[in-house]
């Protein structure tokens, strides 16, 4: 009696249980996937923002001339709404006029798009962020809140001297 020949590989019935159970732990873990993209969005937003409010102090201290940075309207000019949202420009702000007046004094625009629900929003009466040759921005503290999907996720916060922080959300609370 000649050997029996074993065929290697799969059957079509192997394959198509291994494709049906990849496909459901695929569904049930892609949600919980997107959540913590969104946290990390949110929470590389805080940092990003943190970082350009920190280079916009020391920008003006090291220059010795009045640096702003403001929300943008994504055709190299400030909105005046105070949302955050879409990105900022960091420019050189000598007239304190609240826009830049020429490309060349902008310094820096980061562009964001908006993917989810991620709002970035400054405390109302202060839409942009002004620091003077000596790093401090005079006024009332500025406050950008971090919002995903109607939760506070987090601050940026500018005091009056210029010093600049960030808190992370305890718990969830809405965002107004």
């Given at each position: 009696m000649p050997p029996r020949h074993r065929r290697s590989g799969f059957t079509l019935l192997e394959l198509i249980v291994t494709l049906a159970i990849a496909t459901i732990l695929t569904v049930v873990a892609l949600p919980s996937f997107r959540s913590t993209l969104d946290r990390q969005r949110a929470t590389t937003a805080v940092h990003l923002l943190s970082a350009q409010f920190a280079q916009a102090r020391s920008t003006a201290?090291?220059?010795a001339e009045v640096v702003s940075v403001c929300p943008s309207r994504g055709d190299g000019r400030c909105r005046e709404d105070g949302d955050w949202s879409d990105g900022w420009i960091l420019y050189r702000d000598p007239g304190r006029d609240g826009q830049p007046n020429a490309p060349g004094e902008v310094l820096r625009e980061e562009r964001r798009s908006r993917r989810g629900n991620l709002v970035l929003r400054s405390s109302s009466g202060r839409p942009l962020l002004r620091?003077?040759?000596?790093?401090?921005s005079a006024g009332s503290n500025l406050r950008v809140r971090v919002c995903l999907h109607g939760r506070l996720q987090g601050e940026v916060v500018v005091n009056n001297l210029g010093r600049v922080r960030s808190v992370r959300a305890a718990g969830t609370q809405p965002c107004d």
């Amino acid at each position: 009696m000649p050997p029996r020949h074993r065929r290697s590989g799969f059957t079509l019935l192997e394959l198509i249980v291994t494709l049906a159970i990849a496909t459901i732990l695929t569904v049930v873990a892609l949600p919980s996937f997107r959540s913590t993209l969104d946290r990390q969005r949110a929470t590389t937003a805080v940092h990003l923002l943190s970082a350009q409010f920190a280079q916009a102090r020391s920008t003006a201290i090291t220059r010795a001339e009045v640096v702003s940075v403001c929300p943008s309207r994504g055709d190299g000019r400030c909105r005046e709404d105070g949302d955050w949202s879409d990105g900022w420009i960091l420019y050189r702000d000598p007239g304190r006029d609240g826009q830049p007046n020429a490309p060349g004094e902008v310094l820096r625009e980061e562009r964001r798009s908006r993917r989810g629900n991620l709002v970035l929003r400054s405390s109302s009466g202060r839409p942009l962020l002004r620091y003077l040759p000596d790093g401090r921005s005079a006024g009332s503290n500025l406050r950008v809140r971090v919002c995903l999907h109607g939760r506070l996720q987090g601050e940026v916060v500018v005091n009056n001297l210029g010093r600049v922080r960030s808190v992370r959300a305890a718990g969830t609370q809405p965002c107004d």
